[in-house]
């Protein structure tokens, strides 16, 4: 059984940055695809980035280029995100998500919060 958990929001001004962590418990980290997600409120659940445990290639959606950056330490069994300048429209529940490569099994964490305001 794998689980996820979230940490490392919070309260940031805008421009400013944080850096979440989703912490990966199970087997077989190297077969999951790791990605970040977001849903803000009244809104669908958002794509925000997706890397690989094996490294390359990360991609993101296309208001994250630039600002936001997904990482991995294998050895932790964590993915992080980092996120600089921050905007008030990043304001949501980030979720991390691991999907298994082979039998494209989903897996959830509880979500973080991110609040972007002065």
């Known amino acids: 059984q794998v689980q996820l958990v979230e940490s490392g929001g919070g309260l940031v001004q805008p421009g400013g940055s944080l850096r979440l962590s989703c912490v990966f418990s199970g087997f077989a980290f190297s077969n999951y695809v790791m990605s970040w997600y977001r849903q803000a409120p009244g809104k669908e659940r958002e794509w925000v980035a997706t890397m690989s445990t094996t490294g390359s290639p990360t991609n993101y959606g296309d208001s994250m280029k630039g600002r936001f950056t997904i990482s991995g330490d294998n050895t932790k069994k964590t993915v992080y995100l980092q996120m600089n300048s921050l905007k008030p429209e990043d304001t949501a529940v980030y979720y991390c998500?691991?999907?298994?490569?082979?039998?494209?099994?989903?897996?959830w964490g509880q979500g973080t919060q991110v609040t972007v305001s002065s």
């Open positions: 998500n691991a999907r298994h490569s082979f039998v494209g099994l989903d897996y």
